[in-house]
């Protein structure tokens, strides 16, 4: 499920990584992406056994520019969701441990179907 989600970030452009993978020393890119997965309950429980699990990913945008903070975050929910990805609402600011960038982040969910 992870690389499913690189894979959808990544087509808008920008790079995308683990969220704190990259190194304090590293220069951070222009513009990017993050994810974490905070949560991967099982779910759907037919005779004692799960039907699904039920991926929790934080995602979040970088940029140096402020514009791009407000419209990436926007095309990357619409792409997710138009893959199956269910919304938890709006991105929101976040605070930014380089002082040349700025960022935001949203909360997105999606089933895995056991076979």
Known sequence: MKQRLIDLLATLGYPV???GS???TEAYPNSFFTFWNFS???AAYYDDDAGRA???FWIYFYSTSPLLVET???KARKLLKQNGFILEGKPHDISVDKPTHTGSMFTVYVY???D
């Open 54 to 56: 039920v991926w929790g």
């Open 112 to 114: 895995e179907n056991y």
């Open 17 to 19: 990584f683990l969220q």
């Open 22 to 24: 990259l190194q304090n």
């Open 72 to 74: 990436e975050p926007e």
């Open 40 to 42: 991967t309950p099982e």
